[in-house]
């Protein structure tokens, strides 16, 4: 179903030249070199190209021992097919897959094909494929046949043989027949963006939910498109031996192999289903927890790769991963933070959204979606940099409305990597998003001012208390100072005199616990 396959980066984000194997001789990376071939398909379709950036860490972002176990996995590209003494599982580990891309510009402009062939060589090198040539293809609509029509479909099938090429990465979704249609003219593996996507969820998910996850919206991908062939398809006999009393014409092989691996993944799908459900009353019992301790909870959301981890980071110092990859962060990352006027809140770090995000996908991870949705306040993290940061804006919103109450959620739009995009397009964006402020989360440039706009934002505690707080519960007045806003605060004979605004339950917490005049 899916290949572990895993990209690989020094300490800097750079990608390693010893561990991979997708560089040239002169030491140029695989992103350079996709965006090499990117340059070049889109030259051949009249469309220009735009260049892609570098991850660089910063002192916020912690030591990054996760992107060290990420990159620990060598691959090696080239090797033969004829291994011996090395399991499948190995040699999916071992091999580079070296990919031709396929997509159609008629749909939309030709920015926006250029921008979706950008995205789609670099969610393939992130799947840790070398991207060796592209067909950017002009049509109104997909061919119901091949994709592509049988004309282009046979001009591909020769750049995959001239190419030496292994896998074909479709920018768009296959229907089940489009793909065995196109399989059977190129003869190589057909894979589309939705299994490109998943193949590299597939790769980052770490938590034991995350990885039920994953699995959920592959085998849900998986399950109409299974194919089979010949006499392998006939494992279970059948004969008289179940079916004497149908009559004629009803006696055969018995349940074929493809139907015995579709009921075996409706089986694995019912017991992910429910393992997933079964995970969901922790994850509610934590809100539940912040809830009751008012605690106010801020989500991070935004297109991946926009930056949002940085910002966690640079915010939190919690030293999440930080990678130049698509969908680096998949399972959410909690960390308590505090306004200048010392409320304490949470912040929360999501997985990344794209353009035509598999719908698998945002029903598997419904639960972890849902954290947007109980959030107080959401920051969309939006490129600054990007091509295109309106169509990331209007992806990311898209699966908000997809999302129960997400779109209910007071929104912030930080325009992050001010450093390196254009002024022009930041006075734009901020023209059209009103609610929005300008931040690099890689130099500190307004953070500050993002900071404050959260203690803005925040709700801010309605009832005002002032009374004396006997000095054995200190615990209390601990939460006025965490959760409340402290007006006074005295010692006396009998306790912690204090006149502050808190919310409903500490408040009345407070009343029963005061000392009585």
Do not use: C
């Not at 979704?173 to 399989?183: I, V």
């Not at 999440?320 to 010392?342: I, K, S, W």
């Not at 397009?425 to 890689?442: K, N, Q, Y």
């Amino acid at each position: 179903m899916t290949h572990p396959h895993t990209g690989h980066t020094d300490a800097t984000g750079q990608p390693d030249d010893a561990g991979r194997s997708d560089t040239t001789t002169t030491g140029r990376s695989a992103q350079d070199v996709a965006g090499d071939v990117v340059a070049r398909v889109l030259a051949r379709a009249g469309a220009a190209a735009v260049g892609t950036g570098r991850t660089e860490h910063t002192a916020y972002d912690g030591d990054q021992m996760e992107l060290e176990e990420r990159t620990s996995l060598r691959r090696v590209g080239g090797l033969s097919t004829e291994l011996e003494d090395v399991t499948e599982v190995e040699y999916r580990q071992l091999r580079l897959e070296r990919v031709v891309l396929v997509g159609i510009s008629g749909e939309g402009t030709p920015e926006e094909a250029e921008i979706s062939l950008r995205e789609l060589a670099a969610l393939a090198e992130t799947a840790g494929s070398q991207v060796l040539d592209g067909l950017l293809q002009r049509r109104q609509k997909p061919d119901p046949g091949t994709y592509l029509g049988s004309g282009k479909a046979a001009e591909l099938a020769q750049l995959v043989r001239a190419a030496g090429a292994d896998t074909v990465v479709v920018d768009g979704e296959l229907a089940p027949s489009q793909r065995r249609a196109l399989e059977d003219v190129v003869k190589v593996k057909v894979i589309d963006r939705t299994a490109l996507i998943l193949d590299i969820f597939a790769q980052h998910a770490k938590s034991r939910e995350g990885k039920a996850q994953v699995e959920l919206a592959q085998l849900e991908y998986l399950l109409p498109r299974l194919r089979g062939w010949g006499e392998s398809m006939s494992r279970q006999a059948g004969g008289q031996v179940g079916s004497a009393s149908a009559g004629m014409g009803s006696r055969g092989p018995g349940e074929t192999k493809i139907e015995l691996d579709r009921r075996r993944i409706r089986n694995r799908v019912a017991r992910l289903r429910r393992e997933i459900a079964a995970m969901e009353p922790a994850r509610a019992t934590m809100r539940a927890s912040r809830r009751r301790n008012a605690v106010p909870s801020v989500a991070i959301a935004g297109y991946t790769n926009a930056g949002k981890s940085s910002l966690l980071n640079r915010l939190t110092g919690a030293g999440v991963l930080v990678e130049n990859a698509l969908f680096a962060t998949l399972d959410p990352t909690v960390r308590r933070a505090q306004t200048p006027d010392g409320r304490q809140y949470t912040l929360t770090d999501t997985v990344g959204f794209v353009r035509h995000l598999p719908h698998q996908l945002v029903e598997a991870f419904r639960s972890t979606l849902e954290e947007v949705a109980e959030a107080d306040l959401v920051l969309h993290v939006v490129d600054a940099s990007h091509p295109d940061p309106e169509g990331q804006i209007s992806a990311v919103r898209h699966v908000f409305a997809d999302i129960p109450g997400a779109m209910d959620v007071p929104e912030v739009i930080v325009l992050n990597k001010a450093d390196v995009a254009d002024p022009a397009v930041v006075a734009r964006l901020r023209s059209r998003e009103l609610h929005s402020v300008v931040v690099s989360a890689h130099t500190g440039e307004g953070i500050a001012e993002l900071l404050a706009l959260i203690a803005d934002q925040l709700p801010r505690p309605g009832v005002q208390v002032e009374l004396v707080i006997p000095y054995e519960r200190g615990d209390l007045v601990s939460r006025v100072h965490e959760e409340g806003e402290i007006e006074t605060a005295q010692h006396t004979e009998q306790g912690t005199a204090i006149r502050a605004k808190v919310d409903a339950s500490l408040a009345a917490e407070l009343t029963a616990a005061a000392v009585r005049s």
